[in-house]
């Protein structure tokens, strides 16, 4: 007998889209973010070089990865009584365009992260307001190939603190990842390597992913679309995968000489910016999300990400979380019908 779970009211799931293949030439996401009380200047990556050209309108191709070009996805962390009065948390998604660098296919997706948390200070109690903006390059393998983002931070109530905007940036190149920092007085580059894994091979490159796999503490990447790409379209009974992910860490509001050091530190950075993690097909169950019941496949995860459930199109649709380390209560992040936007 199928199991019932039950998430936050609301308008449901959007109808699914039938199989779409993920490892060919054909999807996209778009999704506009509301950024309110924000301005930030997002500093672009490069523009493609001579092998680079994008390719939307060819014939025969409309995306890549699972998203259709102009298609959105948006996220949110629920329920709401699993959370303090003011607290909230979305994602967001869109494929911009798709472009072709040589043989390979590369996915231009804007992504978009906010959150509101309450704090203590000395001075008083504050709520912290996080905002990201970015821009990710992702091959038709689901390798990162870049991603580019921009973070403000502002807090209110009895000690407010409007913040500045800062920006990082992590560029694949001759095996490793060019990292970049900017903040408005200062920059930084780095050079982050990549660590082992037996699936990898960078050559392509391919059997790397990039998000972050953790249940306790969400942030920009603990994003439910990033973890689609590494994810066939049909999860089959018996599918078993070893993954890694990259996990690229934000910009430090007040840098310092230790900061710099383990920055440089390359051996330590293998731990620090990469996850292995077993991904399993569980059972296929129906699962009820915002007034909807669809049926969805359990994806089983080893480490701390909980699991998560995938509806027929292969998308990532309800994730796990760790119950909220105040109110105790379970947390979950699900993705939004359009109609609640």
Not at 10 to 21: D, I, N
Not at 32 to 38: G, H, K, Q, R
Not at 266 to 294: M, P
């Amino acid at each position: 007998m199928s199991t019932s779970l039950r998430a936050a009211a609301g308008a449901g799931f959007p109808p699914t889209k039938g199989f779409m293949m993920r490892r060919i030439l054909a999807a996209a996401v778009s999704l506009p973010i509301a950024v309110a009380a924000l301005v930030a200047v997002l500093a672009p990556l490069p523009a493609p070089g001579p092998a680079a050209a994008a390719i939307e309108g060819t014939a025969g191709v409309d995306g890549i990865l699972g998203f259709q070009i102009g298609e959105e996805r948006r996220y949110i962390v629920g329920p709401q009584d699993a959370l303090r009065d003011g607290e909230y948390a979305n994602w967001s998604i869109r494929l911009d365009q798709v472009v072709s660098e040589g043989s390979v296919a590369i996915g231009v997706f804007e992504i978009g992260h906010e959150e509101a948390r309450w704090g203590a200070t000395p001075v008083g109690t504050i709520m912290v307001h996080w905002k990201y903006s970015g821009e990710l390059r992702v091959n038709e393998h689901g390798f990162p190939e870049s991603v580019a983002f921009s973070m403000y931070e502002e807090h209110t109530g009895e000690a407010p603190w409007r913040g500045e905007t800062m920006s990082a940036s992590y560029t694949f190149e001759d095996g490793e990842y060019q990292k970049e920092i900017r903040l408005p007085d200062r920059e930084w580059q780095f050079s982050v390597p990549i660590a082992s894994h037996d699936a990898l091979e960078l050559d392509v490159p391919e059997g790397m992913f990039l998000f972050r796999p953790q249940a306790r503490v969400i942030d920009f990447f603990t994003h439910p679309a990033l973890l689609d790409f590494a994810v066939p379209e049909v999860v089959q009974p018996g599918w078993k995968q070893r993954t890694m992910f990259f996990k690229p860490a934000p910009p430090v509001r007040y840098p310092g000489e230790d900061w710099v050091r383990m920055e440089r530190d390359k051996v330590a950075s293998l731990g620090r910016y990469y996850d292995k993690v077993t991904l399993e097909a569980g059972e296929e169950t129906e699962l009820e999300i915002a007034g909807r019941t669809i049926t969805a496949r359990r994806l089983e995860t080893s480490g701390s990400l909980r699991g998560a459930y995938l509806d027929e199109g292969g998308r990532i649709v309800f994730m796990e979380i760790d119950p909220d380390p105040w109110t105790r209560r379970p947390r979950h992040i699900r993705m939004l019908y359009p109609s609640e936007y």
